[in-house]
């Protein structure tokens, strides 16, 4: 355990199913006219949450703009399009409602609708031009409805820049939304393999949290406990999704996972993971996790196995009975395991299109758009360690 840490989590959570009718009263809103920012896919309006909302806010006293272009990978141009609208209509607060990436783009929005200039002007890593906005973001509402980035409690928000294939997470305080309902029930229409994919994101942002040389002891208890609901509750999740129970555990788990982020943070194989889905977008970002997790986790363990065994006991593993070189593993046994049983064990890299050859330029990638994680990660990595574990992951 660190002995040294800062503990701030800024954020009110309202926690519940069906809870996302209290909107309609909630004195704690934090202006008078929102801008609702969700995907261009359209499930927010299919299943009836952007209605719901709206008919919320309107009770409330509040009016409310909706942006509905923000792609699956948000881009940069939405951040610009979505900062523009929120300036042009007069809003003086943001409400990300969605997946991680609405809630994401919210976020950025939020930024660039209280700042002048472009978003990447304030990117403090790879290209970006590292200035500081000089002004507070507008406030940001989050209404997740999936259980994975964790973003309801964190401040952090991830923007793919396009023309430099750079995929980058960024965040300040005044990013952590000043409110966030989660509502288990908003989450019952998530289709099996994005509810694999988005409990896996969860599943490796507590993993990380706990073996990244930032642990502290409050993330320490969420992360543990976020590994053993996801590895409890994912597998019945992706069989039966309207079990409001196993989706109650898992967006607690995701939203524990978000505090760990916020806490701690994620290292190394997250980076790597942003190289694969910003030269290929139609990974999920889940997906890619997954794919890497086994060579990544195998390479830390066998460097610096001391926090797998907690980890592995957390997932129900037998880990007392062996020999003190094969504890860590345990993790990686009940990781294959939960990969299996959630019926994602047969994606590959290559079945994405990934080609082997783009390896060395993934590694670089990983390492100039992302490399501050890989300060965090309890190993040492060099290029060539990257290059390795790509290569060991890929099929
Ligand atoms: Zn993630």
Redesign the pocket.
């Known amino acids: 355990m660190n002995n040294e840490f800062m503990y701030n989590m800024p954020t009110r959570l309202i926690f519940g199913a069906g809870r996302i009718s209290e909107l309609a009263e909630t004195p704690y809103l934090p202006g008078e006219k929102a801008l609702i920012v969700i995907g261009a896919a359209g499930a927010m309006k299919k299943y009836g949450y952007l209605e719901k909302v709206e008919t919320c806010l309107k009770k409330n006293g509040v009016e409310a703009v909706v942006f509905n272009k923000v792609l699956a990978n948000p881009v940069t141009e939405n951040v610009t399009d979505g900062a523009a609208c929120a300036r042009e209509s007069g809003c003086d607060f943001i409400i990300g409602l969605g997946g991680g990436s609405s809630i994401d783009a919210a976020k950025s929005i939020a930024v660039m609708a209280a700042n002048e200039g472009d978003y990447w002007d304030y990117m403090q890593a790879g290209t970006g031009g590292r200035k500081v906005p000089k002004n507070k973001a507008l406030p940001l509402v989050a209404i997740p409805t999936t259980a994975g980035?964790g973003t309801e409690s964190d401040p952090w928000t991830v923007i793919t820049k396009s023309n430099t294939n750079e995929k980058i997470g960024w965040g300040r305080d005044d990013t952590f939304p000043v409110m966030s309902i989660i509502d288990p029930e908003l989450m019952l229409s998530v289709p099996p393999k994005m509810t694999a994919y988005t409990g896996m994101?969860a599943f490796?942002?507590a993993a990380e949290c706990y073996i990244a040389n930032v642990n502290q002891p409050a993330s320490d208890l969420f992360a543990l406990e976020a590994i053993r609901i996801i590895t409890k509750y994912l597998p019945v999740a992706v069989n039966k999704g309207s079990d409001i129970e196993a989706r109650t555990k898992l967006a607690w788990a995701s939203t524990e996972a978000g505090i760990c982020e916020s806490l701690s943070c994620?290292i190394a194989h997250?980076s790597m993971e942003h190289a694969v889905s910003a030269y290929y977008p139609d990974v999920p970002?889940g997906a890619g996790?997954a794919m890497l997790s086994v060579a990544f986790f195998s390479y830390v363990a066998e460097k610096n196995p001391e926090r797998f065994s907690d980890m592995a006991r957390a997932m129900g593993e037998e880990v007392d009975s062996l020999g003190e070189g094969e504890k860590p593993f345990a993790f990686i046994a009940g990781l294959k395991k939960l990969i299996k049983c959630i019926g994602i064990d047969d994606e590959t890299l290559s079945g994405y299109g990934v080609k082997k050859e783009d390896i060395p330029k993934l590694a670089e990638n990983a390492i100039n758009a992302m490399g501050f994680l890989y300060d965090l990660t309890p190993v040492e990595l060099t290029l060539k360690d990257t290059i390795s574990i790509f290569e060991r992951a890929y099929q």
Do not use: K, R, V
């Open positions: 980035t994101d490796f942002h994620c997250h970002h996790l």
